[in-house]
């Protein structure tokens, strides 16, 4: 049985922290919501994340619900399985314009596909990372501490110590101060009927060291058991019932610079093991762990790994060893792919990209809402990274440039590697192509160099490089540049750069043409542009001839000299006069980095991919006609390859 909500193609999560996500029987999927993106670096803040998403065991696949709690990070989930709903308590939720957090106490319920908000007539104070479990027993969730966030902008954290009973009605306090315990963890343990508490001691010296109590439910109050084995770090550990083994998992968490491994514990109901698991991970913390009863496994999710970077990545417990699970189904979430489609053939070719992590080099395909994995066949692209692509319409070949310089072409089936040529331009990436069909030659501007900006422009005529040096525009890369079959001309907008090796960065909303001699400011006023942006989505729509742009990252500056930075998710459109502002509903959300390209199989735009803290994977088409952006259907059947 599939959730009700709208299904997206197969995609992730996306890294994130603090997110929660519990097993629910009625749908044989685990079910995932919320979190927190790592600090951005281009805009400076965490996103709280609003997104629903469901296991299907070997994929994630997104829901677009018809409600949500809203944004939020650290905030409670259980699964009430006599009421056979999600409950959702609270969190942390910040205002990505003045950084400053608030928690949260409202409480919302998840069932037949939707969320829904419960009016309480008791409520427990707001708060965050709290632990709670669902009492089998007596019928109610538990849920004890958390944390306070000031509300003074200082966001100075307290922590609580009382416990609080859901009945599926109303909350109701329990036993006054309960133990002096911060960052808890609170699990149901199915084997014994007992709820167990771990966290940090407040009491210990280094407020790190480990408390575990276990609950009396009749007196509503904790007592503290320091059983054999206990965990020395639990600090955002995360925990969960393995119903295979009938015992308590619990991993992660970190305390010193000294925890740079995943231990993975046991408890058995009187004492904890450390298991002696062969695949040792990064130990991370603030992740998710859930079991998953259909498959038999603990699934973990998300979390930070100690003293680096975001998770990315689904893991399963099984069998007393941890394993990586890859999505087969699609392409990874990833930013600065090459999206284009052969005229003639159906769907979109998806090349490339990169995550924090990984270059790839992988070539797909998408048709009719499922992708295909090309893996095989003549001459695919190799060691082509950070590469940049356009579509020569005379050749009847895609032209695909790569960080070197070297060039791969494509021509629906069979691809060319040109690797034997005297000249090619230097290295870089962000660069901007397009090919203009007036001087019949595929055009490459800008980029980055691993130095700084640059501002060459080079020809491809299909065998040679040839540079154009005359009246360049500004050092920069990321820019927009398309072939204007109004102006005849190819064009360029925005990006990010410098005026010259001595300038600071600046981000430019100026306009300029090539004619294939040299490059001309169409001096348009800023102000009748989509502004200072980079790093936006564009291509032409080839039913209008308009550029169509969106998203980036968009900077803006006011009469007071107050500056910001900001992801965008408008959408514009240049019919080769003017950009017009397109009231487009439904929009994709904040993003750069990402793919745009025509989709002759649906006759609409598909937007793959970006970026914007955290990778994205998702697919999206846009129907000219309606001015409606539709997340994409999943598609039926499993995963599958294609040699060529």
Same mark, same amino acid.
């Given at each position: 049985m599939l959730l009700a909500a709208h299904a997206v193609l197969a995609d992730t999560p996306g890294g994130r922290a603090e997110t929660r996500m519990v097993y629910d029987p009625t749908y044989s999927r685990v079910i995932l919501f919320g979190g927190s993106t790592p600090i951005d670096s281009a805009t400076k803040v965490a996103y709280d994340l609003d997104d629903t998403w469901d296991w299907a065991g070997d994929h994630w696949i997104r829901r677009? *619900?018809?409600?949500?709690?809203?944004?939020?990070?650290?905030?409670?989930?259980?699964?009430?399985?006599? %009421?056979?709903?999600?409950?959702?308590?609270?969190? %942390?939720?910040?205002?990505?314009?003045?950084?400053?957090?608030?928690?949260?106490? #409202?409480?919302?319920?998840?069932?037949? @596909?939707?969320?829904?908000?419960?009016?309480?007539?008791?409520?427990? +104070?707001?708060? *965050?990372?709290?632990?709670?479990?669902?009492?089998?027993?007596?019928?109610?969730?538990?849920?004890?501490?958390?944390?306070?966030?000031?509300?003074? @902008?200082?966001?100075?954290?307290?922590?609580?110590?009382?416990t609080w009973e859901f009945d599926g009605t109303t909350w109701v306090q329990r036993g006054g101060e309960g133990p002096k315990v911060s960052k808890p963890i609170v699990v149901y343990d199915d084997a014994t009927n007992q709820i167990l508490l771990l966290g940090l001691d407040e009491a210990s010296t280094s407020k790190t060291d480990t408390a575990m109590y276990l609950y009396d439910g009749a007196a509503g109050t904790w007592n503290q058991v320091k059983p054999e084995g206990l965990p020395s770090c639990v600090n955002e550990a995360y925990v969960g019932f393995d119903g295979e083994t009938s015992s308590v998992i619990l991993a992660g968490g970190v305390c010193a610079a000294s925890d740079v491994t995943d231990t993975t514990y046991?408890?058995?109901?009187?004492? !904890? =093991?450390?298991?002696?698991?062969?695949?040792?991970?990064?130990?991370?913390?603030?992740? =998710?762990?859930?079991?998953?009863?259909?498959?038999?496994?603990?699934?973990?999710?998300? @979390?930070?790994?100690?003293?680096? @970077?975001?998770?990315?990545?689904?893991?399963?417990?099984?069998?007393?060893?941890?394993?990586?699970?890859?999505?087969?189904?699609?392409?990874?979430?990833?930013?600065?792919?090459?999206?284009?489609?052969?005229?003639?053939?159906?769907?979109?070719?998806?090349?490339?990209?990169?995550?924090?992590? *990984?270059?790839?080099?992988?070539?797909?395909?998408?048709?009719?809402?499922?992708?295909?994995?090309?893996?095989?066949?003549?001459?695919? +692209?190799?060691?082509c990274d950070h590469a940049v692509g356009a579509f020569d319409t005379d050749r009847q070949r895609f032209v695909l440039v790569c960080y070197a310089g070297n060039v791969w072409e494509f021509d629906g089936t069979t691809w060319k590697n040109n690797k034997d040529m005297k000249t090619l331009p230097p290295a870089r990436r962000f660069s901007s192509i397009a090919y203009d069909a007036t001087i019949k030659k595929t055009v490459l501007f800008g980029g980055y160099n691993e130095i700084d900006f640059i501002n060459e422009t080079w020809l491809w005529d299909g065998a040679t490089w040839t540079k154009v040096k005359k009246n360049p525009p500004p050092l920069r890369g990321s820019a927009a540049m398309w072939y204007d079959s109004t102006l005849k001309k190819t064009v360029l907008y925005g990006g990010l750069g410098r005026d010259d090796s001595n300038s600071r960065v600046e981000r430019y909303a100026d306009m300029w043409t090539f004619d294939g001699n040299g490059w001309t400011d169409m001096k348009i006023d800023p102000a009748k542009t989509?502004?200072?942006?980079?790093? =936006?989505?564009?291509?032409?729509?080839?039913?209008?001839?308009?550029?169509?742009?969106?998203?980036?990252?968009?900077?803006?500056? #006011?009469?007071?000299?107050?500056?910001?930075?900001?992801?965008?998710?408008?959408?514009?459109?240049?019919?080769?006069?003017? !950009? *017009? &502002?397109?009231?487009?509903?439904?929009? +994709?959300?904040? %993003?750069?980095?990402?793919?745009?390209?025509? #989709?002759?199989?649906?006759?609409?735009?598909? &937007?793959?991919?970006?970026?914007? =803290?955290?990778?994205?994977? #998702?697919? !999206?088409l846009y129907d000219t006609k309606t001015s409606r952006w539709q997340p994409v259907n999943q598609a039926s059947g499993g995963p599958r390859r294609r040699a060529r």
């Open positions: 677009f *619900t018809n409600h949500s709690p809203g944004a939020r990070s650290g905030h409670a989930m259980v699964y009430d399985s006599n %009421r056979s709903r999600i409950v959702v308590f609270g969190g %942390r939720r910040t205002d990505v314009s003045t950084k400053v957090q608030s928690v949260l106490n #409202d409480t919302w319920i998840f069932k037949n @596909g939707d969320w829904s908000q419960l009016t309480t007539p008791n409520t427990p +104070p707001a708060r *965050t990372v709290m632990g709670a479990a669902f009492d089998k027993i007596r019928d109610r969730i538990v849920m004890f501490g958390g944390n306070t966030i000031s509300t003074d @902008g200082k966001n100075t954290v307290t922590p609580l110590h009382d046991s408890w058995d109901g009187t004492k !904890w =093991a450390k298991l002696d698991v062969k695949s040792v991970q990064d130990r991370a913390f603030g992740g =998710a762990l859930a079991y998953d009863a259909a498959r038999q496994s603990l699934l973990q999710y998300g @979390g930070t790994v100690a003293f680096g @970077g975001i998770r990315i990545g689904t893991y399963a417990f099984k069998a007393g060893d941890w394993s990586s699970i890859v999505d087969t189904y699609a392409p990874v979430p990833r930013a600065l792919s090459v999206a284009f489609s052969i005229p003639g053939s159906n769907g979109v070719y998806v090349f490339g990209g990169h995550d924090e992590n *990984t270059t790839y080099n992988q070539l797909w395909s998408y048709d009719n809402g499922a992708w295909t994995a090309i893996n095989s066949g003549d001459n695919l +692209p190799t060691g989509p502004g200072m942006r980079y790093a =936006a989505a564009s291509a032409i729509d080839p039913r209008t001839g308009h550029l169509l742009l969106y998203g980036g990252i968009i900077y803006t500056k #006011d009469d007071k000299g107050t500056e910001a930075q900001f992801y965008g998710k408008d959408l514009w459109d240049w019919n080769g006069s003017k !950009w *017009t &502002l397109v009231s487009a509903d439904n929009a +994709p959300g904040i %993003r750069e980095n990402a793919s745009l390209s025509y #989709d002759p199989r649906s006759d609409r735009m598909l &937007l793959f991919g970006g970026f914007a =803290a955290q990778y994205f994977g #998702d697919q !999206w």
